[in-house]
Nanobody, 123 residues
Framework: QERLVESGGRQVRPGDSLRLSCEDA????????MGWFRQAPGKEREFVAA????????QYAHSVKGRFTISRDHAKNTIYLQMNSLQPDDTAVYYC????????????????WGQGTQVTVSS
């Protein structure tokens, strides 16, 4: 089981950039796809981005495609979410997740969730 610790969330202004990090303290980091979900106030958790266990394959939610970039550093057992052109609608708790299953219309998390990091976009 992965143990995931997110960091980097804070309050920013519209148009700003922010990078979230997630360190995986588990032993199978390189064997699982990893990603990010988010939950805005009063809304359900939603998929944001995913990255394959090896290779460059990534997936993004339509709402963040072109603005967010997910990456991973195997040497550091860490994944990142670079978020550019942030908007108030991006305000949410962002969760790092491990071990994903992909379906035609959604992504499921079959592994671990981090504790979440708050991102607030406000002027």
């Amino acid at each position: 089981q992965e143990r995931l610790v997110e960091s980097g969330g804070r309050q920013v202004r519209p148009g700003d950039s922010l990078r979230l990090s997630c360190e995986d303290a588990g032993r199978t980091f390189s064997n699982v796809d990893m990603g990010w979900f988010r939950q805005a106030p009063g809304k359900e958790r939603e998929f944001v981005a995913a990255i394959a266990k090896t290779g460059p394959n990534t997936q993004y939610a339509h709402s963040v495609k072109g603005r967010f970039t997910i990456s991973r550093d195997h040497a550091k057992n860490t994944i990142y979410l670079q978020m550019n052109s942030l908007q108030p609608d991006d305000t949410a708790v962002y969760y790092c997740v491990a071990d994903l299953e992909y379906y035609s219309d959604h992504v499921d998390v079959v592994g671990s969730w981090g504790q979440g990091t708050q991102v607030t976009v406000s002027s």
